[in-house]
């Protein structure tokens, strides 16, 4: 993945935002997506363990869990909407 837009606009900004889904098509099932914000880490204070937080296809198994964790004690804000299948059929 190109993190270019984050290390171009990271140092002017006081907050960063990830988005993601997960959902194959309208007629396999629910459709998920997630937010997540996160404060400006401070690498004197902050545990910088956030920066091993990647696609979860990309992330051993083993290491989610503790990832995950570290996140919901980092985050300012979490946000998950679900969609039904069948409210995606029309």
């Known amino acids: 993945m190109d993190n270019t837009f984050d290390k171009l606009y ?7 935002a990830g988005v993601d889904e997960s959902g194959v098509s309208d007629i396999a099932g629910p459709l998920v997506a997630a937010c997540v914000v996160l404060p400006k880490i ?25 990832l995950a964790e570290i996140v919901y004690n980092m985050a300012i804000g979490i946000g998950i909407g679900i969609v039904s299948q069948e409210s995606l059929i029309t």
């Not at 956030?50 to 992330?59: G, L, N, P």
């Open 10 to 16: 990271y140092d002017q900004g006081e907050l960063i």
């Open 42 to 66: 401070d690498p004197r204070k902050d545990d910088l363990a956030i920066f091993e937080v990647q696609d979860s296809k990309v992330v051993p198994e083993k290491h989610r869990k503790r």
